[in-house]
């Protein structure tokens, strides 16, 4: 299945996700953009940073199983598998950007929308009734299971 086919299901899952995969990129280049601030915009750039790396741990799920990781960080990964828990955590990291904006307002506010756009896209998911549907590009469904 292409990314087009894939977009023509009208799953809001996989808007989700690949407004994750955006927020992977979007995260990383503004967290570490933010690390050379002197402010405490350095805590949120650090946040940022990091959100990024849960991110990709959260969306491609092909990591988990060549990454090694401890048991412990799979458990807390797995947590994720679900439109509400992912609407959830990006949800959490979401409004942790939006906070950065109390301080003074920066180019994290790019990232804040896009976290919350992805929240969004997985909450309606779950409120249709819609099940999660990996992208099989990014490492769902088939992919994943070739490798074990």
Not at 45 to 62: K, M, Q, T, V, Y
Not at 133 to 139: A, F, H, M, R
Request: proline share 1%; hydrophobic share 55%.
């Amino acid at each position: 299945m292409t990314i087009a086919e894939e977009f023509a299901t009208r799953n809001f899952s996989i808007y989700g996700q690949w407004t994750g995969v955006i927020c992977i990129f979007l995260c990383f280049a503004l967290g570490i953009s933010h690390l050379f601030h002197v402010s405490i915009m350095i805590l949120f750039g650090a946040l940022c940073l990091a959100s990024s790396f849960l991110i990709i741990f959260i969306e491609i799920p092909l990591l988990l199983r060549i990454c090694p990781t401890s048991a412990k960080f799979d458990t807390f990964m797995r947590r994720f598998t679900t439109n509400y828990m992912r609407a959830g955590i990006y949800l959490v990291m979401g409004i942790t950007q939006w906070l950065s904006l109390i301080k003074e307002a920066s180019s994290l506010i790019a990232a804040a929308i896009m976290l919350t756009l992805a929240a969004s896209f997985y909450a309606l998911a779950g409120v249709k009734g819609q099940g999660f549907v990996g992208s099989k590009t990014l490492g769902g469904q088939g992919v994943a299971q070739m490798i074990i």
